[in-house]
């Protein structure tokens, strides 16, 4: 594979597979929780954070073998969140991905436990985790829990929910949006170093480039949010602007915001070549800055 | 310490100091899940489950320092589900606690993200546990997940869930009340043993003394529904029968509960001698067996 697109199917067939596994369907009294979260497990998704998981592996000499199952928690913990963030009493989204959101399909109660089960089960998920060296799982564990909760992705949701009620300054523009997505993508690209057990610089690197990473999937998103399609991007563009949101756009405007995502698209390129360098992920960076969905 | 309450005064200032360190107040933009989930950790509780977590550890012959912060993560992954149980879409319950609950508090989505912070920061919490033997952290992550998750406590409320809308029978009901209740303090006596790396056969056995004691505390609470007193229970009593909903009760009589209660409390008594003893415990299966609240 010495191409982006073949990478990127690689990568969705070989988590798809895995969660076939991971999240069987089941047939006792809670079989309807089960049923839910394959509802939002399968329901598409570039699976981002997988490939990036993947790559990094490649990057730091680790057979995806060892990986797989830190590349499934991590989307598991991702559609988690889009699951409780699509509730009535957060986002109010009846669609993701062009299908009814998980509440709308399984009622708001099953939907909220689906999360929870979701998240529950990343951290089982986690600990199968091959690592090089055993005593580095504590370290993951620890890693994917800061992320993921109030100091990072859920901290990230937490200042968007305030945002929606006053005009973040770009202080807090920028906190919400270093961890409400970039955190995830800095965790995807950090804990294959750890379980290859990598030196601190490496790992630091990765950190680095996961954090641009997010950051430019953050700008192309509100981006999309002006320009976008409704077919392509299987939800409703212009929300944003509609709901008066405070976005990169509305702070910074378009051409400034255009400006930022190709700074960051380059910086992003000169980091990955600077440990050793990786096409597919250069290639990565390329499509998140272009994307129309 | 030779007195059960005296030991519970005990267990419940080692967690709640433990608490305050592990999940302090913060001043970033997230603040208010800081306070979403202080509030609920400390809005009282008898603190159940980390003080059978010490009470495991004494008979594995166990520091406390080893385990206390697998007491609080179980005690933090109690707290959330009591957070998403009262939920309006859930039970809708205005009061837990004598206090006003999460929702009623900080709205609904605070407290939705409240539990999800409290869910994934108690595995970064989980992963500080002091093992005897390194291997054994991935079987203790593993435990947690499947006693907490689709397999243990969400399975229950997703059992428990469907039961309101079609009569439940008993096989369903012990469904619901092994998972919903009891995979939790099953944990809270198997995870120091795992921890203590001690054989199979001991770690069966405090099983087996989780699983009965958790159906004890099951039965005794539906029996607490008939005739609690909403002063000491903190919420109002007679909520099953008027919802209708199907518990021992209901299903067995009021008799026939009585008496399933006692028996469970005289066989693990002798469970407990069997391991060894340990009179604190046999004193907290008599007054779990005896509470009014």
Chains 1, 2 share one sequence.
Not at 17 to 32: C, G, M, Q, T, V
Not at 189 to 196: E, K, S, Y
Not at 220 to 236: E, M, R, S, W
Request: charge should be negative; aromatic fraction near 8%.
């Amino acid at each position: 594979m010495n191409d982006l697109f073949s990478y990127i199917e690689y990568a969705k067939k070989k988590v798809e597979d895995r969660f076939d596994i991971l999240i069987p369907e089941n047939d006792d009294y809670a079989s309807d929780v089960f049923k839910a979260m394959r509802y939002s497990l399968f329901a598409g998704g570039k699976r981002i954070r997988p490939l990036l998981a993947f790559l990094s592996a490649d990057i730091c000499d680790l057979d995806h073998y060892n990986i797989i199952d830190f590349a499934c928690c991590i989307e598991m913990i991702h559609t988690y969140s889009l699951i409780h963030d699509d509730l009535p009493a957060m986002d109010d989204d009846d669609l993701r991905r062009g299908k009814p959101t998980s509440h709308k399909k399984f009622g708001e109660a099953m939907a909220i436990l689906a999360g929870d089960a979701l998240l529950t089960e990343s951290f089982r998920v986690l600990s199968q985790v091959r690592c090089k060296n055993e005593a580095r799982l504590a370290e993951i564990i620890r890693e994917v829990s800061l992320c993921s909760g109030p100091y990072g992705m859920v901290a990230g949701q937490v200042a968007d929910l305030n945002a929606e009620t006053r005009r973040p300054d770009e202080k807090e523009l920028a906190f919400i949006h270093k961890n409400k997505t970039g955190r995830l993508i800095e965790c995807s690209l950090v804990i294959p170093a750890l379980a290859g057990d990598l030196e601190k610089d490496k790992i630091d690197n990765l950190r680095e480039i996961g954090r641009n990473t997010g950051l430019l999937f953050q700008i192309t998103d509100d981006l999309l949010d002006i320009d976008g399609d409704v077919k392509k991007l299987g939800k409703t563009p212009g929300k944003d602007a509609k709901s008066d949101k405070t976005t990169y756009i509305s702070l910074y405007g378009e051409k400034k915001s255009r400006e930022m995502a190709y700074d960051l698209k380059e910086k992003t390129k000169c980091l990955i070549k600077d440990i050793g360098g990786n096409l597919i992920l250069e290639q990565l960076i390329d499509f998140i800055y272009e994307r129309d969905h």
